[in-house]
């Protein structure tokens, strides 16, 4: 008797240790979007940033100029060295209306990743795991998007680099992109040129009607959430354009200039109402941006909020 208990003793707590290790939560990646011109050392920046484990960093846009001839724009400038210790994500911002004429996908997908690796190259960024495309696409430009995805898939994975592509939520209805992930983009979600929409960087009655595809949506996702805000432009109640900076437009008597901020409270709303859905979200929360711009209308316990809460 006394070797069954002992039995039945031990048998107990190899049990109990084995629920105490699965029920042992798994470590959140905490990531941010950087969507700058400019890579310096701002502390703040620099603070919050050394808190991550994933950057999704800016590298350039992809647009059609004056002559209908695709070619980069705004490149990253690096006055500063990248952090040790944090994987860095170079994402590349294509243009929609540089998909609409698009005959050489396959060059444009070569001449990206080639421009990626020089940027990173340069600037000592090292052991690329993952490119990210970005591209607000239509139904009219997704032919030749995914053709471009397709090409660059390939290519990147000859490389050892998983490919991703944001996912808006309009495009969940879509077909899925020919990617390795996506990540949803939970911002933006209203109209910031009506001066009537209140909140348009995140509402949670916007998001609602597209979270019917939500759960079946076949690719894996990640989850951007907004922590910025806009100064908008208004004239006679019509929207004249975003005030990055006091002399980015002119301002004439009578002109409005309404500041739209997102709301911690609102985020967590939505962040907790998606991941209801589809729990896998809780495996990486990214923030939406770390631009200087952006980090100073917030405070570092924002942050840490939306990365706790699950």
Known sequence: MKLKSKLFCLSFLLLSVSCQQQK??????????????????EPRVMQQVKTLDKLYLRYFDVIMNGEHTVVPNATLQFAAEMPDKIEVVPVVFIVNDAMKTMDNTADLAQKVLRRVFKISETNNIRNIKE???DCDWTLSTRRNYYAFLTQLHHLAAEKHIALSTTIRLHQLSQHIPPVDKGVLMMYNTGDFTDIHCTHPILDIKDVMPYLKYLKNYSLPLSPAYPLFSYRLLFRHGRYKGVLHADNDLPVLPGDSI???KVNVEEVLHVKQTIENIRPELKAETIIFDLSPSHIANYKSQDYEEIYRAH
Not at 35 to 41: A, M
Request: hydrophobic residues 40%.
């Open 24 to 41: 042992k939560p798994q470590h959140v990646l905490k990531s941010a979007y950087y969507w700058s011109t400019e890579w310096r050392n």
């Open 131 to 133: 490119l990210q495309i």
């Open 258 to 260: 309404i500041v739209r």
